[in-house]
């Protein structure tokens, strides 16, 4: 188990299935972990993935982290994650990486444990890795999935935040669908600028500079919004569509 992550106590861990009103899709009990892979299978920003099973279906456990955040920031961080499970579990399109449910992480932790939400393993990766063999048709038609997937979110007024080719997973089937919409935004951790990722403490959001509109690049940034998104798009759109 990492030492910075979410954590919260036994207690915590019961009011917080309470204030979610979500205890039936708390599926720890249901979580089996491979003893081959007891370690993360892939690092991002601020979550490592685990690969597991859920009643024979292989599953991502996506463990949040949170170094460096102190208490306070913490508790708020715990809050947004609730945030986040309460909107992804209502959502359901073809374009939309499916919520199987939410873990706590150790399962056999007795004091502290972390939040871990759970999606089925997309076993064809990302979009970024998955089009490079594609013909120019085939990207099209990919590209035109990803474009409902994100109308989708803005019909119900939710920003995704941080679109770009490896927030998008492909299913078994060759299906994109978005993942990780408001999740680049749960951390509270300032991040040093570069080329690769961009952060403002002043709004908590963390997004990937290329992909970024201009006017998230202003000293106090906005929030992001559906333009900005739409602007990612384009990104994402400009980038798949010339890569071979």
Known sequence: MHSHNT??????????????NISDIDITSRIKYPEDRRFPVKFGGYADIYMADLDGLKVAVKVMRDVGVNEEKR???????QDEISIWSSMQHPNILPFKGFTFFPPEASDFSVFALVSPWMERGTLLEYVKPCSDGHRCIMLLEVCKGLEYLHERNIVH???KGCNILVTGQGRP????????????VDAVFSTK?????????????????????????????????????GCVIMVRLHSH
Do not use: C, H
């Open 177 to 188: 669908v978005l993942a990780d919409f408001g999740l680049s935004r749960l951390s509270e």
């Open 7 to 20: 954590s919260l106590s036994s207690s915590e861990q019961d009011t917080a299935s309470k204030s979610l």
């Open 161 to 163: 935040g941080d679109l």
């Open 75 to 81: 508790l708020a961080l715990s809050k947004k994650i």
């Open 197 to 233: 990722s961009a952060a403002s403490s002043a709004t908590g959001f963390q997004g990937t500079a290329r992909y970024m509109a201009r006017e998230l690049f202003n000293p106090v940034p906005p929030k992001p919004t559906k333009a900005t998104d739409i602007w990612a798009l």
